[in-house]
């Protein structure tokens, strides 16, 4: 299975893109919404380690994430 379709496997349902300033901001709104909503979404925040796990090909990883996200 290649980077792009393992990338694509692993959507979220909620994308929030920030500058690093924002980066405490964009983890509460995630967490706000997660608890908001009893996990029922899937937040991806760039700067949460648990979005992006080591190793992976970030750029790809956003793209593929981003062009899929429903919100």
């Known amino acids: 299975m290649g980077d792009q ?3 694509v496997e692993r959507t979220k349902d909620i ?4 500058i690093t300033e924002e980066s405490p901001i964009a983890l ?3 967490k706000y919404i997660q608890e908001s909503f ?3 979404f899937d ?3 760039s700067s949460d380690r648990k979005s992006i796990t080591g190793g ?8 593929a994430n981003l062009k899929q996200a429903k919100a």
Do not use: A, D, M, P
């Open 56 to 63: 992976e090909t970030w750029s790809e990883y956003i793209r």
């Open 28 to 30: 509460v709104l995630q």
């Open 15 to 18: 994308f929030i893109s920030h």
């Open 43 to 45: 937040v991806f925040v």
């Open 38 to 40: 009893e996990n029922q």
């Open 5 to 7: 379709e393992r990338n």
